[in-house]
């Protein structure tokens, strides 16, 4: 299920364009990295149709592998409109993580209400490294959560990503991921077979690719 899952996602994703490919003339990350591909899930809730399909997509998966789910969380910023639509299709209490605590007030790290030991799936939009992903589900079980697991928009499917999450024992599921879309982009005539490699290294290497 998940295969046609991802092969459908990621034909939305190309036909709203939230994803580019341009292994000739790339992209300069914030963090400094050269990069081939440049992902803007943002712009999926400016299309209620593809909207719709995505957020259904987070539903089966987290209705086949998270039945037991009791609350949605998002990541901020990204992730905060897509898990919103999820928990109320799902008729769950959703709850959001900031990248860091308000500086005011409470003074909070997560907002919404969230009791301890309640069984947390939490929506991501775009994992790189998984460094800020994996942050975020630590404030959740820090504050008593139960973390489930991890559902994302995309990933790049970066070796480093994989080891993050393997070492810090969470799963993480992905709607659309690198291979998929470079597989697809390939079919569809958006990806030259001689540039194929290049985005392969870029995969493997992306701190060092491109300088």
């Not at 947390?120 to 790189?128: G, K």
Request: charged share 25%; net charge neutral.
């Amino acid at each position: 299920m998940l295969d046609q899952i991802q092969l459908e996602v990621t034909k939305k994703l190309l036909k709203i364009n939230t994803i580019k490919v341009q292994p000739n003339n790339p992209f300069t990350w914030a963090s400094g990295w050269k990069a081939p591909i440049y992902c803007d899930n943002r712009k999926i809730l400016s299309y209620p149709e593809e909207r719709t399909f995505i957020c259904k997509q987070f539903c089966k998966v987290i209705r086949d592998k998270y039945p037991q789910a009791e609350v949605i969380a998002g990541v901020a910023t990204g992730a905060i409109a897509h898990g919103m639509l999820v928990a109320q299709e799902l008729g769950l209490p959703f709850i959001y993580v900031r990248a860091k605590p308000k500086d005011h007030g409470l003074e909070n790290l997560i907002e919404g209400d969230m009791k301890a030991g309640q069984k947390v799936v939490i929506i991501e939009d775009l994992v790189s490294t998984g460094l800020s992903s994996l942050k975020a589900a630590d404030a959740i079980i820090n504050f008593g959560g139960d973390v489930l697991g991890m559902v994302s928009i995309f990933t790049y499917n970066f070796p480093l990503a994989q080891k993050n999450f393997a070492d810090a024992g969470l799963e993480l599921t992905a709607l659309s991921s690198y291979q998929v879309l470079i597989d697809l982009a390939l079919e569809m005539g958006d990806v030259k077979p001689e540039e194929v490699e290049k985005l392969k290294q870029w995969r493997e290497h992306p701190e060092s690719w491109g300088k």
